[in-house]
């Protein structure tokens, strides 16, 4: 070869890896239809490393079981059980019958009985929420709940649960003691459901129907108390509306005078004890 030959396919050869690293995809590539694919950010809440999760479908019907051993029989896809007071086991078994399982988790109240109730500082302790040993909590403290709620979180993906339930997420709507607004109720709402899907747990909106159609893009499912006696069933069309289910219970109406319509908005209702125990019955 000439030494004129050699520069020559020496320059080709520098020619030919220069295209193909212009040509090598990435990320930010064409997707499966030729058009490019768009950087990907995590969506709020969201580690873009988030696990998949479960997506729960309208008109599901489930179980709901907050005191008491568990009653594992009840022939439904989806049980919702206290996160403390319930093992792996519990959680093990009811996968076994092809259940899911919610973890329902206290976040914004203090409860007394919880084994950790002495890492809440009494900063952040307001007045009682009507149910003994509880005390609603400052949600603006983001900086003190954050942590604790993960942690409470960690427990529930740990266990092996596949969603949570977080209770008292309204306290801007009650005598809490603290100067609550709607603005930071929903900071605080979006915070739970972010750390709800960062760790591959479904999270559900816990009545708050003032605040659905701004939290409804962060949550995966409803879990309403009474709808259907305070006359409100039908602001929570909008989750059947997005494909999401409404989790619902009566505890003082019967079932023929409110069933007919629940299950007409798509609800997955029952009839409960106001103990949750596990006794009831679906729509």
Known sequence: MTPVTAVRAALTAVLLLALAACSTPDSSGPDDDGGARPARTPTAGMSAASPARWHPRPRTPWQWQLSGTVDTSVDVPVYDIDGFENGAAVVRALHKDGRKVICYVNVGAWESFRPDAAK?????????????????????????????????????????????????????????????????????????????????LAVGLKNDLDQVPALLPDFDFSVDEQCAQYGECERLAPFVAAGKPVFHVEYELKADQFCARTVALGFSSMVKHLELGAGGGPC
Do not use: S
Request: net charge positive; hydrophobic share 45%.
């Open 120 to 200: 809440f500082p009494a900063a952040v302790l307001g007045k009682g929420n009507g149910w003994q040993g509880e005390r609603w909590l400052d949600v603006r403290r983001t900086d003190v709940l954050r942590p604790l709620m993960a942690a409470r979180f960690d427990m529930c993906r740990a266990k092996g649960f596949d969603a949570v339930e977080p209770d008292n997420v309204d306290g801007y709507a009650n005598a809490t003691g603290f100067p609550l607004t709607a603005a930071q109720q929903l900071a605080y709402n979006r915070l739970i459901a972010g750390l709800a899907h960062e760790r591959g």
